[in-house]
């Protein structure tokens, strides 16, 4: 995991790229860490980047990283391509580099966990879809962090 220039940390958003809602969370290098942002809407034409442009106006990440959804064998998908697509414009947009993780199975860790959560009383609304989303980021993020 690459630190700043002068060793410190640096902020670091996630992305779970989807058709429909991009899952977004945030973390630093120090505590190694993520928690989730939003789960942001896509319109017919893809990213609402209007929403992503007020996440980095925000944080001032140093690096962004999107999951990869590969098939269960680790071939690339469909979503895969979308995914690359997305990332290189985040980086085109932003200027800044993002970093790929294979992201197979983040939504099924972050919807567990939320359910876990819910049921030992530790949230009390209902797990929604962007909430899934968001938490998914937060998997990917992790996955970097250790990767």
């Known amino acids: 995991m690459p630190e700043q220039a002068d060793g410190g940390p640096r902020l670091v958003i996630a992305f779970d790229y989807g058709l429909r809602r991009i899952g977004a969370a945030r973390g630093d290098t120090l505590s190694r860490t993520a928690a989730p942002l939003a789960a942001l809407s896509t319109g017919a034409d893809g990213p609402r980047w209007q ?28 979503m895969t391509r979308a995914a690359r697509a997305f990332a290189a414009g985040l980086s085109a947009r ?8 294979d992201e197979r199975y983040s939504s099924l860790e972050a919807q567990d966990r939320l359910k876990s959560a819910r049921a030992g009383g530790l949230r009390r609304r209902r797990v929604g879809k962007g909430d899934v989303d968001a938490a998914a980021a937060c998997v990917i993020l992790e996955r970097w962090f250790t990767g």
């Open 51 to 78: 929403e992503i442009d007020a996440l980095m106006r925000d944080w001032r990440p140093a690096l962004a990283v999107v999951g990869l959804p590969y098939n269960v064998d680790g071939t690339d998908s469909g």
């Open 94 to 101: 932003y200027g800044l580099p993002v970093e790929l993780v």
